[in-house]
């Protein structure tokens, strides 16, 4: 079974387009499929649309969210609902064509592909926001070793396993090859046609630079040091330290020399700079232990005794 998962929010314009044009591409597979989409707080006559498709068509589902969540909520949403084999992803706003769902799906079954992304290698966006999402993506390869040119493409097939086990929240919907390719399962990318907007304006305006860059934080943090936080706020703690110390200790020898040091706006900057240190390293150590002991509860939990058939007494 094939799972169409959609975010939409404000596209009454394009929705019954796009709903035609999924329709008909998914006929045309001939798979069994269900349609999930996931109204994310619509203020349009999105969800009245949306709604009209359940009396077409009994392979769709329909959950809304009482206000806007983010994207990466509702995708999250969908994957929990969904009940396919595998999961496709996409925008309605007819960008990303549906009609190239069958290649990345293809893909996917014979080479046994985790995730297969869609490359929109001729965008049809502004040419500042191109700009800025190949930046990203070419740091992103620099960091992670991920050599993947499009993260954020809409269109995406998932193994429901891979889609199972994502939790978005905020922004990481953008950086999801990278989350998958953390966890160990396979990455590709396929090329596809990327069509330009035809209906409505786009949700993402510059400010998009603005909010990528904390999620590009959270991103590095979360893969490299989520579950050993106390390497990273070691590393930070130990370095502010081993400064306020370096600094003490040259005030500590011209002390001794007789010079005055307790009005000195050096001393003032060791002491703060020792317990700055103090402090970083002792907030990694209580998220260590934080992270260990919720991690020893959850394997108590999943510990299963088993009954006794011998005849010991």
């Not at 109204?39 to 009994?58: H, P, Q, R, V, Y």
Request: net charge positive.
């Amino acid at each position: 079974m094939l799972s169409i998962v959609v975010p939409v929010f404000n596209e009454e314009e394009s929705v019954k387009s796009f709903f035609t044009e999924i329709a008909k591409t998914l006929s045309s597979l001939g798979e069994d499929y269900e349609i999930v989409f996931i109204d994310d707080g619509s203020t349009d006559k999105s969800l009245d649309i949306l709604k009209s498709f359940i009396k077409e068509n009994k392979k769709i589902r329909l959950f809304s969210f009482r206000r806007n969540m983010g994207k990466s909520e509702a995708l999250t949403y969908g994957f929990m609902q969904a009940k396919g084999d595998y999961i496709v992803t996409l925008d309605a706003d007819l960008q990303d064509q549906p009609s190239e769902i069958h290649k990345l799906l293809k893909k996917a079954k014979e080479d046994g592909i985790d995730l297969v992304a869609g490359w929109r290698q001729n965008q049809k966006r502004p040419k500042s926001m191109i700009f800025i999402s190949k930046m990203f993506n070419g740091l992103l390869n620099k960091l992670f070793g991920l050599e993947i040119h499009d993260y954020n493409c809409g269109l995406k097939v998932y193994t429901k396993e891979v889609a199972k086990s994502l939790r978005l929240y905020g922004g990481l919907h953008r950086f999801i090859p990278l989350i998958v390719y953390e966890k160990g399962f396979s990455v590709e990318e396929m090329p596809i046609e990327h069509a330009a907007r035809k209906f409505g304006k786009s949700k993402y305006g510059f400010s998009k630079l603005w909010k990528d860059l904390p999620d590009l934080f959270s991103i590095f943090f979360l893969t490299r040091y989520g579950k050993r936080p106390l390497h990273f706020f070691g590393m930070a703690g130990g370095l502010l330290l081993f400064m306020g110390l370096a600094i003490f200790v040259y005030l500590s020898f011209i002390w001794f020399q007789g010079e005055s040091i307790g009005r000195r706006p050096l001393f003032f900057t060791s002491i703060m700079l020792i317990l700055g240190g103090l402090q970083v390293f002792f907030t990694g150590f209580l998220a260590d232990l934080i992270i260990n002991i919720s991690e020893s509860k959850k394997t108590e939990s999943s510990i299963h005794f088993p009954l006794k058939y011998s005849s010991d007494k």
